[in-house]
């Protein structure tokens, strides 16, 4: 039975449309079947060192709610923990590590691990008590290794070095906020995670006697084969669960939550690489160079299977099922199995020879081959996948609907899905734009999307403009029908010359794209880049199947991107709601970073970060920026933001009228992806930078640095559904706050529901401020977040995180349309590559790097 919770903290105040309620979180507890009330604010000393801004208040604005979260007390332990630094060689993966660890505890020297220690899989053992290990190692080595097989098994060696003592009680006054957060707090907060994740990684590595249930895990989280869904692409989805310890004000807390893990999905090679092409039923042949195999797919297909294991059961004869040998994927081959050559006994043979000699003779013999050793190639139909394999790279686009449509629909006690459209048509845009000459482009059959289908977009977007304030002059655009694998930059060239000689020598100030609904990537990229970067025209891209069937409702959302993109102002924030904008000339800046996908090691990084140059923070502009892969502080920040000031400084000369250099006497910093352990990294490098940018453009402003997190698991989970926004849907009402309860012991952290979620289970967002010459309150930095969340331009309500950094969020996305599409990216053939090699890449994406066209770079191209 799930806990019941009883919460009584309240709070009082008053709201307005952009109001925020006031949350008080209690954490759900089993054991007692209710909630404690609220702590006050522990009172942090002048020796208390912190690495944000000490916590100056709670928030007490907004009409009290009562909420539950997915979190539960914990009970610190008294004794003293031992920390051990484990090395184990030869280097193994962290799966075999964890059986290795299991196996020496429980049978190589159970007398020393007893009770057992907690292993994280990979460099730290926690134990209860001092062990007796030793100076020398253990030699250990896996039961059941390789029984067909003359080599005896791999002997590892396992040496154990104690590294500290761990006081818990550091927690208790960390909590109270009686310690400073250092290193021995961090080192103890690692030692009380590995202890709860130790159970589900003892799963993981050695499922229950007779159970047909299959564990995986992944980070702090377990995956379990119960409820599992294949979505495409080779993938297939697995249900799990989260759990972590954090401290918040005057207790510890795990947080438990579900998780979705990405999964390759099992069988055979052949058929996970055609679902991976999105082409299951396919002949077995269409992976055959001599069938048509692109070398680019051939390289997609390498990058999707490299690190992936898989069994080879021709080799494997007589092995229980779980029992095969594994092997890594390096690489696939160019050529297929029938024309890979090597020498065996002095003669030339090829693969498909190879294995006839071996009484089995290829189905598909000019199919592709994967390497899984130095020169050792396997045919792809020989070759099986086990399951439960995580994917450690990127889902595709076109999948990530179905992902969330996961994710958010079980457990049904938990989640409601309700589908609501976004009341439009009876509003106004604040400043609408105007499209004087606009073309159509479709790249779709026209038998599919015909005459008629055109005639009515065209006069849906014009009648659905005009009622939303836009001036549309030209009423019989251009359209265009073109092949979507076709030369687009040749398109868009002839198209705009035509709209040229149409409109008398002018040419279109917009162009709205028709792609089909599958394989549309690779044409949206071309369209962005040769329409937004190379001749800095606005693009709009629609979905056929969307066009076909639109409605009002449809045209309302379509223009909302329209109208910024030309230079337009949806919506501004409630001026009471945003008086810390308008009091003083404040610029607010989104940052964020975005790195290459899991597995890819010659990938660079892109930075962003947008900012606003009107007063009511309701119009960005860019900057972008490519840097080391994986490197998360931002190199080129100062640039950056220097870009971001002087955009601020002319758009207030020319548009609002203020005298030349006038420029912000406040810098709000939202910065994006960044976690907690990071903190102090953002701190030293990057505020520095923005400080210097400052300097170097003449303005002297107070600057705010606010994290905003939102990869964690913190629910919250309203006790009265009349108080939310929908009561059918049970989310907690868009504006809640919650600040007390689960906050940081000492610093100035808050978490913010700021929408109402359509699907499942509203996430809300985490902010931490790091640094405040403003001297915000509580209060002031909550209200002036919640109020940048209703100023996105795509949307009528308000959204999950505050604009600019959802803006700096797109950007970063949409680095591929500033590369030719005709290139090959620098893709490698694996994601193994040398120091030279990667700084090589890096150099290479820094040079093919195409700048935004000037015609874009002042209007808002990413919406």
Known sequence: MPPRSNPKPKATGGGSRQGSTRGGAGAGDSSRGGVGSLLSAPSAGSHITTVGVKRPNFGTNGRAVDVVINAYPVTIPQAIIHHYDVVIEPDAISRVKVLLIRELQEVVAPQVFTPKAAYDGQKNIFAARELSVGPGSFDVSLPGGRPSSSRPPTIYKIKLTKVQEINPELLQRFSEGKQSQDNAIQTALTALNVVVRMAPLDLAAHPPPNSTDLYTFDARSIYINKETQRIGGGIELWRGYFQSIRPTIGRMIINIDIATGTMYKPGTLISLALDFLGRPNDNPNTLSPKGGLRDQTRLLISRFLSGLRIFTPHTEKGR???KERMRSIKKVSKEGADAITFEKDGKKTTVAQYFKGLNMTLKH???ICVEVGKGAWVPLELCMVPPGQIMRKEVPPELKKSVLNFATKKPAERLQIIKRGLPVIDKQLYSPSRIRRWVVVVYTPRNWFNDQNVGNLVQGLISNARKLGIIIDETDPLCRWENAQGNVQDHLSKLGKASVDKNGGQGPDLIVAVLPDS????????????GDIRQGVATQCLLVNKAKRANDQYWANVLLKINVKLGGMNVIPDPAASAVLTSTPTLVIGADVIHPPPGVEDGA??????????ANAVRYVSSMKVQTGRKEIIEDLKDMVKHLITNFKDYQQAKEGKPAGFGPKRIIFYRDGVSEGQFSHVLEQELPLIKAACKETGVDAKITLIVVGKRHHIRFIPVNAQLTDDARRGNCSAGTVVDQGIGHPTEFDYYLLSHGALLGTSRP??????YDDNGF?????????????????????????PAPVYYADIVCARNKIHYDPAGAGGMSETGTLTSTQIANALESKKRGFLALHQNQSKLMYFS
């Open 765 to 770: 967002s985490h902010y931490s401020v790091l």
């Open 365 to 367: 013999p000019s199919v």
């Open 320 to 322: 229980e099922k779980g």
């Open 605 to 614: 990084s892109f930075t962003a970060v947008v900012g606003n140059v009107d």
């Open 777 to 801: 309150n509580a209060d002031s930095v909550q209200a002036l977040s919640f109020a940048l969340c209703h100023v996105f331009a795509r949307a009528t309500r308000s959204v999950s995180i």
């Open 519 to 530: 394989g549309n990537v690779d044409i949206y990229t071309r369209i962005k880049h040769f």
